[in-house]
């Protein structure tokens, strides 16, 4: 093969990560060369396996630093970027990694000549009071202003083998005796499965929809915060009571949980900011056919794969039996 005949290459900053790793498997699938940006290629090598010899390879990539951006992003003919944080931690801030890093890595892709697929999520928004979700609404501007053709992916919480919500109440019902029920559990999320998300992100890296939108990506069910409580208990085999838990008294939780070093809190308070907002596909998204849906995916139900991997949290594990809930 000559290079006049190789195959696109794309770029996938975060390709290590959670929904990352995912993009890296549906684009190796359909044949791109692929290379990986992260902060510690040493510890992404796990990713070679997904594709064929020499397809995946890797760059040393801080969001925070942009000569190494404008280093992976050159000769690509597309870049995803996948990087998102959950919380704050040292230098790695909302502001630094959500808002400054988006920016330059549409101004690399667009100096690059590439097309550039941006993951965000619903409830991104300037003018919210969660930096989280403002520093993600100031990024799709900045993006926009910078790459008018940019595709951003909006998903809801995205569940599969290593996400950071299901498996978190699931493993906090195995180790307390009880679950908080934040602001009454009224919040409503859409989860969607990962390997649905990566599909449309591969989607738009094949140039199947229309650039320059927003979409948002929800899985087949709507449920409230309890619900999602409650499934995790049936899918664990396990009773537990709901607390009740004020947003205020939440918020000092996640305050005091926030503030203890080298430790990965377990709430924040700028999660449960959060969490006073629903998170589900806006009307206007699926009037548009901006959806899942509309880019002709089915998605993946929630019920199908929560036993795959919450399953270990069961009092006996896979081989908890059918019977009394512990």
């Given at each position: 093969?000559?290079?006049?005949?190789?195959?696109?290459?794309?770029t996938?900053?975060?390709?290590?990560?959670?929904?990352?790793?995912?993009?890296?498997?549906?684009?190796?699938?359909?044949?791109?060369?692929?290379?990986?940006?992260v902060?510690?290629?040493?510890?992404?090598?796990?990713?070679?396996?997904?594709?064929?010899?020499?397809?995946?390879?890797?760059?040393?990539?801080?969001?925070?630093?942009?000569?190494?951006?404008?280093?992976?992003?050159?000769?690509?003919?597309?870049?995803v970027?996948?990087?998102?944080?959950?919380?704050?931690?040292?230098?790695?801030?909302?502001?630094?990694?959500?808002?400054?890093?988006?920016?330059?890595?549409?101004?690399?892709?667009?100096?690059?000549?590439?097309?550039?697929?941006?993951?965000?999520?619903?409830?991104?928004?300037?003018?919210?009071?969660?930096?989280?979700?403002?520093?993600?609404?100031?990024?799709?501007?900045?993006?926009?202003?910078?790459?008018?053709?940019?595709?951003?992916?909006?998903?809801?919480?995205?569940?599969?083998?290593?996400?950071?919500?299901?498996?978190?109440?699931?493993?906090?019902?195995?180790?307390?005796?009880?679950?908080?029920?934040?602001?009454?559990?009224?919040?409503?999320?859409?989860?969607?499965?990962?390997?649905?998300?990566?599909?449309?992100?591969?989607?738009?890296?094949?140039?199947?929809?229309?650039?320059?939108?927003?979409?948002?990506?929800?899985?087949?069910?709507?449920?409230?915060?309890?619900?999602?409580?409650?499934?995790?208990?049936?899918?664990?085999?396990?009773?537990?009571p709901f607390?009740?838990?004020?947003?205020?008294?939440?918020s000092?939780?996640?305050?005091?949980?926030?503030?203890?070093?080298?430790?990965?809190?377990?709430?924040t308070?700028?999660?449960?900011?959060?969490?006073?907002?629903?998170?589900?596909?806006?009307?206007?998204?699926?009037?548009?056919?901006?959806?899942?849906?509309?880019?002709?995916?089915?998605?993946?139900?929630?019920?199908?794969?929560?036993?795959?991997?919450?399953?270990?949290?069961?009092?006996?594990?896979?081989?908890?039996?059918?019977?009394?809930?512990?």
């Amino acid at each position: 093969m000559t290079l006049s005949n190789l195959p696109p290459l794309v770029t996938v900053f975060g390709g290590s990560g959670f929904v990352g790793r995912h993009v890296v498997r549906a684009l190796a699938r359909r044949g791109y060369r692929i290379r990986v940006a992260v902060r510690r290629p040493d510890l992404a090598f796990h990713l070679q396996p997904l594709g064929n010899v020499g397809q995946i390879s890797f760059s040393q990539a801080n969001l925070r630093y942009r000569a190494s951006i404008d280093a992976a992003v050159q000769g690509a003919d597309h870049v995803v970027n996948c990087v998102g944080i959950l919380f704050e931690s040292g230098r790695n801030s909302f502001d630094a990694v959500q808002d400054f890093g988006a920016r330059a890595v549409a101004e690399a892709a667009r100096a690059a000549g590439a097309k550039l697929t941006h993951v965000s999520a619903i409830g991104a928004d300037a003018k919210s009071s969660s930096t989280y979700a403002s520093t993600k609404g100031k990024a799709e501007a900045a993006i926009f202003s910078i790459m008018p053709d940019a595709v951003i992916m909006r998903p809801s919480i995205i569940f599969g083998q290593e996400d950071g919500f299901f498996n978190k109440f699931a493993g906090m019902a195995q180790n307390l005796p009880f679950l908080p029920l934040i602001g009454g559990g009224k919040t409503r999320f859409q989860p969607v499965h990962v390997e649905d998300v990566a599909e449309a992100i591969a989607r738009s890296v094949d140039g199947k929809l229309a650039r320059g939108k927003i979409y948002e990506l929800g899985g087949k069910e709507v449920l409230t915060f309890r619900q999602c409580l409650e499934t995790i208990l049936e899918v664990i085999n396990r009773k537990r009571p709901f607390v009740p838990m004020p947003f205020a008294i939440a918020s000092l939780i996640g305050s005091i949980s926030s503030s203890i070093p080298f430790v990965k809190p377990a709430l924040t308070s700028d999660q449960v900011k959060l969490l006073k907002v629903d998170n589900v596909v806006s009307d206007a998204a699926k009037a548009e056919g901006r959806t899942l849906e509309g880019m002709g995916i089915n998605p993946v139900a929630l019920a199908s794969i929560l036993p795959t991997y919450l399953v270990r949290y069961r009092p006996h594990g896979q081989f908890n039996g059918a019977g009394k809930a512990a």
